[in-house]
């Protein structure tokens, strides 16, 4: 007899499931009237019910079905996703955004998917986070009404060295930011626990590209490697504005594989407060961190509804 998997294991296999239609436009799925198990993979990791499928494929991408019929229209006369972002009502375009979560989403519990029953949105509606696209060359943004740009997005994707950049928007409550958040970041890549080496960065003394480069000195004792060769060990790169505090904090791999990934994180305080910024890029492209960060706050503020 399988075993029934533990919620954490069922819920990444449901996101798996989902994660190859995560660019199909954001329609919830309806509740199926009985649950219908599909035949288990293995005797151990069963695939998962069809309605918990859809339970979980509503609660990623039914943003979209839940504005009010009077919510104003995007180009292609569909609602846009209203809410208050920041502090700041916005329309946010369902053809762009992606995973979007309000205050009252239920995350990653399934117990809570299953139960979800999204009220009608309003311009009260807190939206806790979401993604976007947008390409660095020429500043497109990834919009799957477009057709062209949606094939050239995927076939640059597969070949690995595109310039594409993400971005994920997590808009921690008001009240439980963080004054500078990148400056506790920052503080605590001095602690042994921060890197996958358990030794603490330290500045090299270098700039690169106007940010200050650290790495994790030494060797490893184990295999008297350098600690940088370890797995998991990345380089860090932070950029401090005049008043001393860190606005710009980057982690990149330094392994020697085609496209290293970087991860980049960067604050906006007005006119919404967004405490938690991440784009995620190749390494290659770590020379236009700034042009970058500056193409996604200027996106940001196209979002913000306009207001009589």
């Known amino acids: 007899m399988t075993q029934p998997l533990n919620r954490t294991r069922l819920t990444l296999l449901l996101l798996a499931t989902l994660l190859a239609a995560c660019e199909q436009p954001k329609k919830s799925a309806p509740p199926p009237k009985a649950t219908t198990t599909a035949p ?5 990791h069963p695939a998962p019910a069809a ?15 839940q504005q009010p019929d009077d919510a104003p229209k995007d180009p292609y ?9 920041g502090g700041v009502p916005v329309n946010l375009p369902s053809s762009v955004v992606r995973f979007v979560e309000y ?13 979800y029953n999204p009220p009608t949105r309003n311009y009260q509606s807190i939206i806790k986070a979401f993604d976007f696209a947008f390409r660095n060359s020429d500043g497109a943004l990834y919009d799957e009404r477009k057709r062209d740009l949606v094939k050239q997005y995927r076939a640059e994707r597969s070949a690995g060295s595109d310039d594409w950049v993400r971005v994920l928007i997590s808009a921690a409550p008001v009240e439980n930011s963080r004054k500078y958040p990148l400056d506790y970041l920052y503080e605590t890549s001095f602690q042994k626990w921060a890197t996958a080496a358990e030794e603490p960065y330290a500045f090299t ?12 000195p030494g060797i490893n004792p184990k295999t008297q490697k350098s600690w940088r060769e370890k797995d998991g060990v990345e380089d860090l790169f932070i950029y401090k504005g005049s008043d001393g505090h860190v606005v710009t ?9 085609p496209s290293p990934p970087c991860t980049h994180y960067f604050e906006m305080l007005s006119p919404m407060k967004l405490g938690n910024i991440t784009l995620s890029y190749h390494r290659q492209h770590l020379k236009s961190w ?19």
């Not at 006369?77 to 972002?85: A, K, M």
């Not at 989403?105 to 139960?115: A, L, V």
């Open 249 to 257: 904090y980057i982690k990149c791999s330094n392994h020697n594989v």
């Open 51 to 65: 309605s918990d499928i859809a339970a979980l494929s509503n609660a990623m991408h039914g943003a979209a079905n």
């Open 103 to 115: 205050a009252d989403s239920p995350g990653w519990d399934m117990d809570k998917i299953r139960s």
């Open 290 to 308: 700034k042009a970058i960060q500056e193409k996604a706050q200027a996106f940001i503020l196209t979002f913000p509804a306009k207001t009589d």
């Open 40 to 44: 288990a993979q293995n005797s151990q």
């Open 77 to 85: 006369g569909e609602p846009y996703i209203i809410g208050t972002l």
């Open 205 to 216: 003394g270098e700039y690169r590209y106007g940010l200050e480069y650290y790495v994790v």
